[in-house]
C-alpha cells in the first residue's frame, strides 16, 4: 500500500477538530498526535529521499532511530524522533535559510507536547475519559502548526 502522509495528516486533523466540538477528547488527542505523525512523515520524507536537496545531512548518524533502515523502514509511531529530525533538519540546512527563513524561526512551535506522543499509538485501546478539552486544545495548536507547514511545503512545490 502507498503510504500518502499528506492526504493522512489532513483527514486526522479535521477529525480530530470535530471530535474535539463534539466532546470526544480522547479521540480528538488520538486523532492529533495521528496528524502530527502524518505531517512530520511528509515533510521528513521530501528531505530524506535520495536525490533531494541536502539529503546528505540525513539521516544523522548521531541519532540512532536516524539511520539508514529508519528511512527504509519508517520512523513507526515515534512522534518524538519525527520532530527531532525536523528540528534538525531546519536547524542544520543553509538551504532552509535560504529558500524559507521563517521556517528557522518556526521550530520551536515544532517541541511536541507530552500529551501529543505519549502512549502514541497505543492510547487507541485506552478507556475513556483519560484526555481533557485542556489536552485536546494543547494538541490541536502544536498540530495546526505543523500541518499548516506542510501545507505550505506543499504549495510552495517541496511536497507532492
Do not use: W
Not at 548518524?61 to 533502515?69: G, I, K, T, W, Y
Amino acid at each position: 500500500m502507498v503510504q500518502k502522509f499528506y492526504e493522512a495528516a489532513l483527514r486526522h486533523f479535521v477529525d480530530a477538530q470535530i471530535l474535539e466540538r463534539e466532546e470526544c477528547y480522547d479521540n480528538a488527542v488520538y486523532l492529533y498526535g495521528n496528524a502530527a505523525e502524518c505531517a512530520l512523515k511528509a515533510m521528513l520524507e521530501n528531505y530524506c529521499r535520495p536525490g533531494n536537496f541536502n539529503n546528505r545531512n540525513y539521516p544523522n548518524p548521531r541519532n540512532p532511530l536516524s539511520s539508514e533502515a529508519v528511512l527504509k523502514n519508517g520512523y513507526g509511531h515515534f512522534i518524538d524522533s519525527l520532530a527531532k529530525d525536523m528540528n534538525n533538519f531546519i536547524v542544520n540546512s543553509s538551504v532552509v535559510a535560504i529558500l524559507d527563513p521563517s521556517l528557522a524561526l518556526k521550530q520551536q512551535a515544532f517541541i511536541i507536547p507530552e500529551v501529543l506522543s505519549r502512549d502514541h499509538p497505543e492510547r487507541r485501546y485506552a478507556g475513556n475519559g483519560i484526555y481533557t478539552l485542556a489536552d485536546a486544545q494543547e494538541c490541536e495548536k502544536v498540530t495546526h502548526v505543523l500541518v499548516d507547514e506542510m501545507i505550505k511545503q506543499h504549495l510552495d512545490g517541496y511536497i507532492s
